[in-house]
């Protein structure tokens, strides 16, 4: 298909109730269209991906939530 494209969207949701309770860490940063998975173990082995969207409804550390807060459009 001459012309057909692809558009690809991310979005990192807040943690459920098990994950809240089970104390887990948020391991993914974003910035721009840029999403990257930061491994605690091995700090110089994050991986980064490009998205055409990024959307991040992660409960911040001060418990506001963005959900539905387009941070690449």
Not at 13 to 20: H, L, V, Y
Not at 28 to 53: C, R
Request: proline fraction near 4%.
């Amino acid at each position: 298909m001459a012309g057909a494209s692809v558009k690809v969207a991310v979005r990192v949701r807040p943690f459920n109730s098990r994950e809240i309770g089970k104390d887990s860490k948020c391991i993914i940063q974003m910035s721009g269209n840029t999403t990257t998975i930061l491994n605690p173990k091995q700090p110089k082995e994050n991986k980064s991906f490009n998205f055409d969207y990024s959307y991040w409804s992660h409960t911040t550390v001060t418990g506001h939530n963005t959900a539905g807060k387009s941070l690449v459009v």
